[in-house]
């Protein structure tokens, strides 16, 4: 199998997105709701120079996509565009409750099926995910609408 140095590809990748983000700023955002975006992007950009130096002093290479099902990392991945699109319609709240929901269902039952778990998900465990997906949820929401002063969309529901 093919290996690739990652820290490279990701350090790489992070500074595209930084630049393509940066380019597509608003100009005329006044300096008090600049900070938040600015903020991201410093911190993109630093992660990504930390890879990047990480990738040419600790070179490691490994395989890609070596571990799960790849049928199942492009299910995540469509569940989140999914999720992106929902919030919009559906408001944050509710969409991200939904999503984050059935992702917990997606890969919880295939660690079942990995692990050949006789007791599959039981009600407890549907219960307990909820109410942390609420917690998480109600906690993002908290802080981006009072702390942030980002406002989220509110969609159909909330």
């Known amino acids: 199998m093919k290996t690739y140095n990652t820290d490279l590809i990701v350090g790489i990748g992070g500074l ?9 700023r608003e100009p005329n955002w006044t300096p008090l709701s600049s900070h938040w975006p600015n903020a991201i ?10 890879l990047l130096v990480r990738a040419f002093i600790k070179p490691e290479r490994s395989a890609l ?9 492009v299910g995540i991945v469509a569940l989140l565009f999914l999720w992106a699109f929902g919030v919009q319609t559906l408001g944050f709240v509710v969409a991200s409750v939904v999503a984050f929901y059935v992702i917990w269902l997606y890969v919880g039952r295939a660690v079942i ?3 050949g778990d006789q007791q599959g998900l039981t009600v407890f465990s549907h219960l307990r995910s909820l109410a942390v997906i609420g917690i998480m949820v ?13 406002p989220l969309p509110k969609g159909w529901f909330i």
């Open 16 to 24: 595209v997105v930084t630049g393509v983000f940066g380019y597509a």
């Open 138 to 150: 109600g906690g993002f929401y908290y802080i981006f609408t009072k702390f942030l002063f980002v």
């Open 65 to 73: 996509f070596d571990e799960g099902s790849r049928l199942r990392m």
């Open 41 to 50: 992007l410093v911190f993109l950009l630093l992660s990504s120079l930390f």
């Open 113 to 115: 099926q990995v692990e």
